[in-house]
């Protein structure tokens, strides 16, 4: 198509309705056919039309033949783990929209809100000298003194200011500031080693990937995942729930979503392999898992939905350490394996509990599995600065400083330990 004459004279007027009007009756451009001179013709000179012509181009084949950057893709349907039932996939991005309640349906569990009796009773029984001065050095450490300066991501929208024009920050990630503040208290709570000798048995494992899956209503659901840092022990977690508590969950009723099945926020696959990697060897020490440690790369999420990638995440691994240690075609387990989970978003900390004692998901009958979520832990609260306001509030500030969420976190990290075994909080491990 050209610009012809008619169409330039059309921009004088710059209404948008004669400009359509202009453009729908003189903007085509119809390219008559060529004309042969008619000497030609008596020449018998052959014409080419070149425009219906396409030039001869050789196929380039690169020099060395298996070169990997130039090979070609093959069809999933012709790899070789391709399935003709298609599974369901969990990844850590994966959002379920109602929560809990949408987990523990699909881990056929039953939920408890509050920490597990064995975990509550620590809870501020050991004292951290200097506590608020090394949190506070941490938090800092995280949030200020750090040389990076990374381009951030434009911040949300300020509803006094909803048309301001923000300009790029550069400075520390969130993922790397949660980084450091979960090393520092991690730090913090292993300072404890000279009151209680058994935190020298525990290990730290940095990105340890695992690949699990779960039969639910004789449908795969597969998980391949890379946990920040997975916390070992000598020995497994001694069972959040004794036996009264696993007998009483046979009369627990799962809740229902009917019509929606809980299996809708999960995307589907058909290339795919049913595994079972803890991660790590099963020989020797430091091979039993006591805390699985995660930072969301999601943070528009509610606190429902962190929970839920908790309980969900929880489920896998411990079904892979099921498998791995009664065999493949395990289903009522012989003995629970529990695992706790803590999630930090920056500065909010979600505890986790989960114990499993069956991996028959495909009926809601029989004992279930048992969960505890812990009230969300606040460390302290960042408030962005507003550029237009004077300059106490023209800079981003951190307030709110709450030393107690750290006693959950040492809580936690202390769960297990022998010297603490059968010691209530009224003892005062004296």
Not at 11 to 34: E, H, Q
Request: aromatic share 10%.
């Amino acid at each position: 198509m050209r610009l012809t004459f008619c169409l330039y004279a059309g921009m004088r007027d710059v209404t948008v309705r004669n400009w359509n009007r202009v453009w729908r009756n003189r903007g085509k451009f119809y390219d008559y056919p060529a004309k042969i001179p008619q000497p030609l013709l008596d020449r018998g000179t052959e014409v080419v039309d070149m425009s219906n012509q396409k030039p001869q181009l050789q196929q380039w084949t690169p020099p060395v033949s298996d070169d990997p950057r130039w090979a070609k893709m093959i069809p999933p349907e012709e790899q070789p783990d391709w399935k003709d039932e298609p599974a369901f996939v969990h990844k850590d991005d994966v959002r379920l929209f109602e929560g809990v309640k949408q987990a523990c349906l699909i881990a056929k569990a039953q939920h408890f809100d509050s920490f597990p009796p064995c975990v509550d009773q620590l809870i501020g029984a050991v004292e951290t000298s200097d506590r608020d001065l090394l949190l506070q050095r941490g938090i800092m450490q995280s949030q200020v003194w750090n040389t990076d300066q990374d381009k951030l991501p434009h911040p949300p929208k300020h509803p006094r200011k909803p048309i301001w024009k923000w300009k790029r920050k550069h400075g520390i990630t969130r993922l790397k500031s949660s980084l450091i503040l979960l090393r520092n208290m991690l730090r913090m709570s292993h300072s404890h080693i000279t009151d209680f000798p058994s935190l020298n048995l525990r290990k730290q494992i940095v990105d340890l990937p695992f690949y699990s899956y779960v039969m639910y209503k004789d449908k795969p659901i597969i998980m391949r995942e890379t946990l920040d840092m997975l916390l070992t022990s000598d020995q497994m977690l001694a069972p959040f729930g004794d036996e009264s508590i696993i007998d009483a969950s046979v009369m627990h009723k799962i809740p229902d979503m009917w019509p929606v099945f809980p299996t809708v926020d999960f995307l589907e696959t058909n290339n795919y392999e049913l595994c079972n990697e803890a991660g790590f060897r099963r020989e020797g020490q430091f091979t039993s898992p006591h805390t699985l440690i995660q930072v969301p790369r999601k943070t528009h999420w509610e606190t429902q939905n962190y929970q839920a990638s908790q309980v969900m995440t929880c489920l896998q691994y411990t079904a892979a350490l099921a498998r791995n240690k009664f065999g493949e075609d395990v289903r009522i387990l012989p003995e629970p394996i529990c695992v706790q989970h803590v999630m930090l978003e920056e500065s909010r900390i979600f505890f986790t509990f989960f114990q499993l004692n069956t991996l028959d998901l495909s009926s809601d009958t029989g004992i279930k599995n048992l969960v505890w979520t812990g009230p969300v832990s606040q460390l302290f609260e960042k408030v962005m600065g507003q550029p237009w306001m004077p300059r106490p509030l023209k800079f981003d500030k951190l307030v709110n400083f709450n030393p107690a969420a750290y006693e959950n976190f040492l809580a936690v990290y202390l769960s297990g330990l022998p010297e603490l075994s059968g010691k209530s909080r009224a003892e005062d491990l004296s």
